[in-house]
């Protein structure tokens, strides 16, 4: 076996490619576009090259791809934990230890030669809304930009040293089933006592979400270390990047009075159409895109970001923007079956709480690990600020 630096266009190419051997067999993986894969190396898409550094590599055995991973860290990230830590992440490999194993150590040998302490994942060179977690628990088609992998990924990554570091949480809740009671007139409240209003994107424009999400999110995230506040104009160019696949009704702000205290967003989840793009997106995968899109063929939902503001958290901000959308979507969006509540942290006790009071169901589980390159430094599993909640 040899492992092989990415270095050209031709083995970016096979590092793209090499996941169809392991996936081969397997009706619930969904190829990737490979123009997202492509957008996380490619220096002129991704700012995190402006402080930092990525390596890939291919491993290859009697002429065939039979691994791959990349490393990377940004000097911006590194030294949020008590350890500077890169990452790793696009890790696929064959049921092989010595495989797994030689992948991991050429991402720790050259994490270790440009000062790093530690390794996580499998993690994203880039936001956490993206390539982030194994998959550990509820083998099923991932949403959008949602990792997958076989269950036997676990044993590797575990076996070579990494520990757990935190999980995060995905809930799914059937869109046609009924608020509970509790949690419906927790909101009713909410939009009675405290004067609380929700619109949805139909009802504003792209400009004030926009405004309205930098405002909530620089209040809510304000507390946190190496916090850096978000601009109206860095919201504004994000949602324009989305808009093609938004869809309206799905997206939410709260208000008392004039003032934005909270937000929700939910996406279509276009892996339903992406599966049937073999990866491509080109002229054709397009119009095929926007047709799948029109005739209403994806089923299913995600939350993609929420916020309240602190002095309106647990005052019932959360459940008014929830009924608002149940109402919206029971009556005028029958064509969604399922909701998934994405990315919560085990760490996020506050936001648990709220989903399971909703009634949702756990349904996948995904594992962040690190691993530490001097084994005789205490390791300790991911310290939130607070007790992890922004809702």
């Given at each position: 076996m040899n492992l092989i630096e990415v270095s050209s266009p031709r083995l970016a190419r096979?590092?793209?490619?090499?996941p169809l051997t392991i996936y081969q067999n397997d009706p619930n993986w969904i190829r990737p576009l490979d123009r997202d894969i492509e957008a996380v190396f490619d220096p002129s898409r991704n700012k995190r090259f402006q402080y930092g550094s990525a390596r890939r590599w291919l491993?290859?055995?009697?002429?065939?791809a039979i691994g791959r991973v990349a490393a990377f860290y940004d000097e911006k990230t590194a030294t949020l934990t008590e350890y500077r830590a890169g990452g790793i992440g696009?890790?696929?490999?064959?049921n092989d230890q010595q495989a797994?194993?030689?992948?991991?150590?050429?991402?720790r040998h050259w994490l270790a030669s440009q000062?790093?302490?530690?390794?996580?994942?499998?993690?994203?060179?880039?936001?956490r809304d993206a390539w982030w977690g194994l998959l550990i628990e509820g083998f099923q088609p991932p949403v959008y930009r949602m990792n997958y992998n076989p269950a036997y990924y676990q044993h590797l990554f575990e076996?070579?040293?990494?520990?757990?570091?935190?999980?995060?949480?995905?809930?799914?809740?059937?869109?046609?089933?009924?608020?509970?009671?509790?949690?419906?007139?927790?909101?009713?409240?909410?939009?009675?006592l405290l004067g609380v209003t929700v619109k949805n994107l139909e009802q504003i424009s792209l400009k004030e979400l926009a405004r309205s999400i930098a405002l909530i999110y620089n209040e809510a995230w304000a507390h946190m270390r190496h916090f850096k506040p978000l601009t109206q104009e860095q919201v504004l160019w994000q949602l324009q990047t989305l808009k093609p696949v938004m869809d309206k009704k799905l997206i939410y702000v709260a208000y008392a009075g004039t003032r934005p205290i909270g937000f929700f967003l939910m996406m279509p989840d276009i892996n339903q159409i992406v599966k049937r793009l073999n990866g491509k997106f080109g002229l054709w995968e397009k119009l095929k895109f926007l047709w799948y899109l029109h005739r209403r063929s994806v089923n299913r939902i995600f939350g993609l970001l929420?916020?309240?503001?602190?002095?309106?958290?647990?005052?019932?901000?959360?459940?008014?923007m929830i009924i608002e959308a149940a109402r919206i979507v029971q009556r005028h969006l029958r064509h969604y079956h399922d909701m998934e509540m994405n990315w919560i942290g085990d760490f996020n006790t506050r936001m648990i709480r709220m989903v399971?009071?909703?009634?949702?169901?756990?349904?996948?589980?995904?594992?962040?690990?690190?691993y530490l390159f001097d084994p005789s430094k205490p390791f300790s599993r991911y310290r939130f600020d607070d007790d992890g909640s922004n809702a």
């Amino acid at each position: 076996m040899n492992l092989i630096e990415v270095s050209s266009p031709r083995l970016a190419r096979q590092f793209l490619e090499m996941p169809l051997t392991i996936y081969q067999n397997d009706p619930n993986w969904i190829r990737p576009l490979d123009r997202d894969i492509e957008a996380v190396f490619d220096p002129s898409r991704n700012k995190r090259f402006q402080y930092g550094s990525a390596r890939r590599w291919l491993l290859v055995d009697n002429g065939h791809a039979i691994g791959r991973v990349a490393a990377f860290y940004d000097e911006k990230t590194a030294t949020l934990t008590e350890y500077r830590a890169g990452g790793i992440g696009f890790f696929e490999c064959i049921n092989d230890q010595q495989a797994a194993n030689m992948l991991f150590d050429a991402c720790r040998h050259w994490l270790a030669s440009q000062g790093l302490e530690a390794m996580d994942g499998p993690i994203n060179f880039g936001e956490r809304d993206a390539w982030w977690g194994l998959l550990i628990e509820g083998f099923q088609p991932p949403v959008y930009r949602m990792n997958y992998n076989p269950a036997y990924y676990q044993h590797l990554f575990e076996q070579y040293g990494f520990r757990e570091y935190y999980n995060q949480l995905v809930f799914h809740y059937p869109v046609s089933k009924p608020i509970p009671d509790d949690f419906y007139q927790r909101g009713q409240r909410a939009m009675k006592l405290l004067g609380v209003t929700v619109k949805n994107l139909e009802q504003i424009s792209l400009k004030e979400l926009a405004r309205s999400i930098a405002l909530i999110y620089n209040e809510a995230w304000a507390h946190m270390r190496h916090f850096k506040p978000l601009t109206q104009e860095q919201v504004l160019w994000q949602l324009q990047t989305l808009k093609p696949v938004m869809d309206k009704k799905l997206i939410y702000v709260a208000y008392a009075g004039t003032r934005p205290i909270g937000f929700f967003l939910m996406m279509p989840d276009i892996n339903q159409i992406v599966k049937r793009l073999n990866g491509k997106f080109g002229l054709w995968e397009k119009l095929k895109f926007l047709w799948y899109l029109h005739r209403r063929s994806v089923n299913r939902i995600f939350g993609l970001l929420f916020g309240i503001v602190p002095d309106y958290q647990g005052k019932g901000v959360e459940a008014a923007m929830i009924i608002e959308a149940a109402r919206i979507v029971q009556r005028h969006l029958r064509h969604y079956h399922d909701m998934e509540m994405n990315w919560i942290g085990d760490f996020n006790t506050r936001m648990i709480r709220m989903v399971s009071k909703l009634g949702t169901e756990l349904c996948r589980r995904y594992r962040t690990y690190r691993y530490l390159f001097d084994p005789s430094k205490p390791f300790s599993r991911y310290r939130f600020d607070d007790d992890g909640s922004n809702a």
